[in-house]
């Protein structure tokens, strides 16, 4: 076979492995999903895990979130007031500001952020775990890995999401209206007027069950990548990065399909 | 007891453990030697519930291990101890709370009995000073004991070592040995040991087996081992590089 066949048929080869491999991870999660709810009900038991939890997803991740919402409510508030202030219309850019973060910007970036910040760290630490035969060592007790690693991450992320994306609208409508003061020369009270005209309830609710629903999927896959890990230390970088990619790529296409379910 | 009724292995298209069958008797300790990779602690998983066979049938007081449901695991597991080649300690929790884990998370003891149980091991494998320490605070033979003081802490019926004495110093290699020795004289304990330390084997098993190429190529008393005529035996216990086992030196 000339060896330009033969790179070509090795190309198809991996992307056909890559294709299996994220739809055997997807039934995994699935699996890892329906095998953590019945220990939903043990959520008090484990009250401190899932609280220091939210505390490293929450506080920890604080002030990367709060520094990234301001400079992208900076930069839409920018952006579009130089874009309106060419139509007169640089009133709107507190309205525009919102409805963009409320709708898409808050969800998608502060899950950006807590990919980076929190579910890398999840997986790179169930994943050191892994290889570390700590797992099994639990396994060994007959103390459930689902109950004692994956039930408190998720439920934390599941309520640290939501909240997340809330802060992040409130700090990036703040960022645009310095922006807007500063630069565009708009009150703050006109700023303020098209802000409350710019959030809609629909808007509001479809952000935040994209955020929980992010938060669900996060988690798992970045429990499931840390489960699944092999291969000593090495397996760890490749759990954790590939955690990352998969998490991104999730976000990516869960929110625009819920976009679509609610808007299209 | 433990069986292991034609227990087949691969990994990928290797044969880690061919067709082994294997009783351990109650109160026994037997011991497992052999290169690296060469499956021992493979067969150690097996007996675990950790890995399930390609073939064959891994039976704990005749109950099925393999492909048991996770009830029974559980059962299975609360009979069996483990020490981890790592000592597999969970980095976030103290050498105290590690101990206790198991029994914290089952709720059969009080806090008070619990702490008495922590005590107790901690002092067995002389490791009171570092009660309140972290793993990542005690050296890697601690850790080891450690591992040891949590696997006992359930009294199990059955202990897995994998590699006890392995990153320890001669004193306290003698002093896991004895340990074994002594669970097994005071509890009737069941021991499978997976290790290169021929003193050590020597000193605790009542049988040695020597893993080969996936087969148990002897199975004896340590006497018998150390005056064994199989040209593989005698090459690994003497630790020659002449013989027919291959060395490899990638």
């Known amino acids: 076979m000339r060896p330009v066949m033969k790179n070509l048929l090795e190309v198809f080869n991996d992307i056909g492995y890559q294709i299996l491999e994220v739809i055997e991870l997807s039934g995994y999660c699935v699996i890892l999903f329906v095998e953590t709810i019945p220990f939903f009900s043990k959520i008090w038991e484990k009250r401190k895990d899932v609280l220091y939890q939210m505390y490293m997803a929450g506080v920890k991740s604080f002030i990367v979130n709060a520094v990234v919402a301001l400079f992208t409510g900076m930069i839409l508030s920018l952006q579009s007031g130089i874009e309106l202030r060419d139509y007169g219309q640089a009133a709107l850019v507190g309205h525009l500001v919102t409805a963009t973060l409320t709708r898409e910007m808050s969800p998608f970036v502060s899950a950006i952020v807590l990919i980076a910040c929190v579910g890398s760290a999840i997986a790179a630490e169930i994943a050191t775990m892994k290889v570390s035969e700590e797992i099994d060592a639990l396994e060994m007790m007959s103390i459930s890995p689902i109950k004692f690693l994956v039930m408190p991450r998720l439920i934390a992320l599941m309520f640290i999401f939501p909240l997340s994306s809330v802060y992040f609208t409130f700090v990036g409508i703040f960022g645009g209206a310095i922006v807007a003061y500063y630069k565009l020369n708009i009150p703050w009270q006109m700023y303020y007027n098209a802000v409350l005209h710019g959030l809609h309830f629909k808007a509001t609710y479809v952000g935040l069950l994209k955020s929980y629903v992010f938060g669900v999927v996060i988690s798992l896959v970045c429990c499931a990548y840390g489960l699944r890990a092999k291969n000593g230390v090495i397996g760890v970088g490749q759990a954790t990065r590939s955690s990352v990619i998969s998490s991104f790529m999730m976000v990516l296409v869960l929110g625009y399909f819920i976009t679509a379910m609610f808007f299209g | ?250």
């Open chain 2, 1 to 250: 007891m433990i069986e292991l009724r034609n227990v087949t292995k691969r990994f990928g298209s290797r044969k880690v453990l061919d067709n082994i069958s294997l009783t351990i008797q109650d109160g026994e300790t037997f011991v497992i030697i052999g290169q690296s990779g060469m499956g021992k602690t493979v067969m150690l998983r097996h007996i675990a519930g950790l890995f399930d066979p390609d073939e064959g049938d891994v039976l704990i007081d005749g109950v099925k291990m393999n492909g048991a449901n996770r009830k029974t695991k559980e059962e299975l597991r609360e009979r069996i101890g483990i020490l981890f080649q790592s000592g597999a300690l969970l980095n976030w929790m103290s050498v105290a709370e590690n101990l206790a884990l198991p029994l914290v998370e089952h709720k059969k003891y009080s806090p008070a009995e619990i702490d008495r149980l922590v005590d107790d091991k901690l002092a067995v494998l002389q490791l009171t000073d570092a009660k309140f320490k972290m793993p990542s605070d005690i050296s890697g033979g601690m850790k080891k004991r450690v591992g040891l003081a949590r696997a006992l802490i359930r009294e199990p019926q059955i202990i897995l070592y994998d590699e006890p004495t392995s990153g320890l110093d001669p004193v306290m290699s003698e002093v896991i040995n004895q340990l074994i020795l002594q669970l097994q004289r005071e509890f009737k304990v069941t021991s499978f040991v997976v290790t290169h330390d021929m003193r050590s084997a020597y000193t605790i098993a009542d049988r040695i087996a020597m893993l080969y190429q996936g087969k148990l190529v002897q199975c004896d008393t340590p006497e018998n081992i150390q005056n064994t005529a199989n040209p593989i035996v005698r090459q690994f216990i003497e630790g020659r590089l002449e013989g027919p086992i291959e060395v490899r030196r990638d």
